[in-house]
């Protein structure tokens, strides 16, 4: 369910420590994470559970109470990709019950700048590799010697924008305020494009069934059409963009049976997204799908 970025350093950990690594796997049919014998995968030798908070690919959010409560019962570090969900839902470390959570600044509207958020008595027991003249305390001995100052101060701009968008007496109360804002609106117009899209011959949409959480990230195909011709013609018959491809979830993308054929398209929604924006996407859509397509590929006007 991963993005390589939660998967690939932990191998290398791993590799480097001589730690065998398990799986939780995925179930296709669901996209959502197969829990079935999780107590063989975490147990009393387990040093650390990495996990996804929302799948970037296709939405999922995952339930991971059951996984982070055996992680806890073994003495396991927990460590939580947030870097998907962070743009589309409020997040609640000590609800997670997350030791370690990852997130991008780049994906809520900041710059390009990574984060992570360590509780401190797991902070102290790390041994980061850094250069010697960098403070040996942490949290400088995670970090390169000289700050990204004008990212951190784009950082608060871009807190500030969620604050922005909610009300409240307190910072915190306008963020989680500004959160629920962006959650109804960007849930309303993803299940518009959801209902919409169920009424269009050809679609198939990757998402995990009702009531797993998801976020309002659409992934899909569409018969006779790969996903890169399909975002080529979105592009140039009705400027709007579409992503397509694997996005870096490759295991997830050969599970679902796509990943030979171009993978998906997906359309994500944002604060800023307007009604009238996804009503434009979503006749695009079947203006698209209704163009028949001809045995060479090409397609008629
Ligand atoms: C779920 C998830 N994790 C990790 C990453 C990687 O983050 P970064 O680009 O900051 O390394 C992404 C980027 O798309 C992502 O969607």
Do not use: C
């Not at 992680?71 to 927990?78: D, L």
């Not at 030791?99 to 401190?120: C, E, N, Q, W």
């Not at 079947?286 to 397509?293: A, D, E, G, L, N």
């Amino acid at each position: 369910m991963d993005h390589p970025a939660n998967i690939d350093p932990w191998l290398s950990a791993a590799e480097d420590k001589g730690v065998k690594v398990n799986w939780i796997g995925v179930d296709p049919a669901t996209l959502t994470l197969d829990l079935t014998g999780l107590d063989d995968l975490i147990h009393d030798r387990t040093r650390l559970v990495a996990v996804t908070l929302a799948s970037n690919a296709v939405g999922t959010v995952p339930d991971l109470r059951q996984i982070i409560q055996l992680a806890k019962k073994n003495g396991a570090i927990t460590s939580v990709d947030a870097v998907h969900a962070v743009p589309h839902m409020a997040i609640d470390r000590e609800e997670i019950g997350a030791d370690i959570l990852f997130f991008s600044a780049y994906k809520f509207f900041g710059p390009h700048i990574g984060m992570a958020v360590i509780r401190t008595p797991v902070f102290g027991t790390l041994k980061p590799y850094k250069v010697g003249p960098s403070d040996s305390r942490y949290p400088d001995n995670l970090q390169t010697g000289t700050q990204n100052f004008a990212a951190i101060a784009g950082v608060k701009a871009a807190i500030g924008f969620i604050e922005s968008l909610g009300n409240g007496h307190t910072r915190r109360e306008r963020i989680m305020d500004g959160y629920r804002q962006i959650e109804e609106h960007e849930n309303r117009l993803a299940n518009r494009i959801r209902q919409a899209f169920s009424g269009i011959e050809g679609i198939r949409l990757y998402q995990a069934p009702d009531p797993v959480m998801k976020t309002p990230t659409l992934a899909f195909t569409v018969d006779g059409l790969s996903p890169a011709e399909f975002s080529r013609r979105m592009a140039e018959e009705h400027a709007i963009f579409v992503a397509d491809g694997h996005f870096y979830a490759t295991r997830l993308a050969e599970r679902a049976g796509v990943l030979e054929d171009g993978s998906w398209i997906r359309a994500g929604l944002a604060p800023y997204t307007t009604e009238n924006e996804v009503d434009r996407f979503i006749e695009a859509t079947r203006q698209i799908t209704r163009t028949p397509v001809l045995p060479s590929g090409k397609v008629t006007s």
